[in-house]
């Protein structure tokens, strides 16, 4: 008796776990594919970057070890870095608007006092 394969959800879980495959078995080849269509629906543009070797090489090997392709890893961490600054930015943007704030509510205590 031959077990029945069961079905794998198409979800981005199922997909990035690779439970729906990740070699050529599971290939199928579209011969009409709109790369600037994908592009476009998911906001990509292409860019060049000049990288050390040692560089890419180490960012693949981390890559492989996640379970990636190495462009995707360098969009995340880019991301990631993104998101830290533009928050630490804020931070430092607050801080400074709450002692301008600050100085100002003294110097008006002090110009009532006087």
Do not use: H
């Amino acid at each position: 008796m031959v077990a029945k394969k069961s079905k794998i959800e198409g979800t981005p879980e199922a997909w990035e776990s690779g439970a729906l495959g990740r070699d050529e078995d599971f290939i199928k080849v579209s011969s009409d594919i709109d790369n600037a269509a994908i592009d476009e629906a998911l906001e990509l543009q292409m860019i060049s970057i000049r990288l050390q070797k040692s560089l890419i090489e180490d960012m693949k090997m981390i890559a492989q070890i996640r379970g990636l392709s190495y462009q995707p890893l360098i969009r995340q961490i880019l991301k990631k870095f993104v998101d830290c600054e533009k928050k630490q930015l804020l931070r430092e943007r607050f801080a400074a608007s709450e002692k301008e704030r600050s100085n100002l509510e003294q110097d008006q205590q002090m110009a009532a006092s006087a």
